[in-house]
């Protein structure tokens, strides 16, 4: 049986559409199975999983956007596909001179203005809810120091300490000796400064990265909804060991998190902060 050329072109358009959602779907599920919680995953090629409603909402944002540019790529590729199969030389000898249609200009003009309407729409919606800070349950100040982090809980008895890359413990250049610990499904309000140079207080998993700049008092807040261990780094570059300043968030239940306060106060108030180290001496 002798197939016409558009028959060919929509069947090969069939294939080339099935085979990138095979695809897709294998990636999903492969990236499913890898995926660890709060931390990078081998092979991962998405976004971390989510850990807070901010990071919820991202992610959702991020899908929407995906498929969107994936149908306007395909959409295009037929386009191109159809004009290059009926409109060549041979296909087409005698070109149409046409040079408006009315509904044509229309549609490309419309289409492209709503689509970038339900772009911007959920756009400031996230935007939104990322600024406005909620009522916190509690508030912890995050200070970026040449090269590691140091919290204060000014709400549970203003102790500070220091947190420090461990070259001992995995994940390797990600875990600390002090990390920072939250209780479960709170509003925790993160203040931002820095004692040096400009750093970045980003935790993926929560959907969160905002400048601690000298001087200067920023915020930005998360809702841990899974206990477990986050980490992040930071995002500015600082110095030469930028690269190991990690940050580490711990996230317990209520009961333990107000043993750990309790803990906390003793063993900050004994010995003060934990000792200065270069961070880039510890990774090696």
Not at 70 to 79: D, N, Q
Not at 178 to 195: D, F, H, L, S, Y
Request: with cysteine; aromatic share 10%; proline share 5%.
């Amino acid at each position: 049986m002798k197939l016409s050329m558009g028959q060919i072109v929509r069947r090969a358009l069939g294939l080339a559409l099935g085979l990138a959602v095979v695809a897709a779907g294998g990636m999903l599920f492969a990236g499913s199975a890898l995926a660890e919680l709060g931390q990078p995953a081998v092979w991962e090629y998405k976004l971390q999983e989510s850990g807070s409603p901010v990071m919820d909402q991202i992610t959702g944002f991020h899908n929407f956007l995906l498929w969107l540019i994936t149908i306007i790529v395909l959409f295009v590729l037929a386009l191109l596909i159809i004009v290059m199969v009926k409109f060549n030389a041979k296909s087409n000898p005698t070109p149409s001179r046409t040079t408006h249609n009315t509904l044509i200009e229309v549609v490309w003009t419309i289409v492209p203005v709503l689509i970038l309407v339900a772009v911007a729409v959920p756009s400031f919606r996230l935007l939104f809810l990322e600024l406005d800070v909620p009522k916190a349950d509690i508030t912890i100040k995050a200070t970026g120091k040449q090269w590691y982090w140091s919290y204060a809980y000014p709400d549970n008895g203003k102790f500070e300490f220091d947190s420090l890359m461990a070259a001992d413990k995995q994940p390797r250049l990600l875990a600390v000796d002090n990390e920072m610990v939250v209780p479960v499904n709170k509003v925790i309000r993160v203040q931002t400064t820095g004692a040096d140079v400009i750093h970045s207080f980003a935790i993926p998993a929560f959907g969160i990265k905002i400048d601690a700049i000298p001087g200067r008092l920023n915020e930005t807040w998360f809702k841990a909804t899974k206990t477990g261990w986050y980490y992040g780094q930071c995002s500015e570059l600082c110095g030469k060991d930028h690269a190991f300043m990690p940050i580490a968030v711990h996230v317990v239940t209520d009961q333990e998190f107000t043993a750990w306060v309790g803990d906390a106060k003793k063993k900050y108030a004994a010995s003060g902060t934990s000792e200065f180290a270069s961070a880039g001496a510890a990774a090696q």
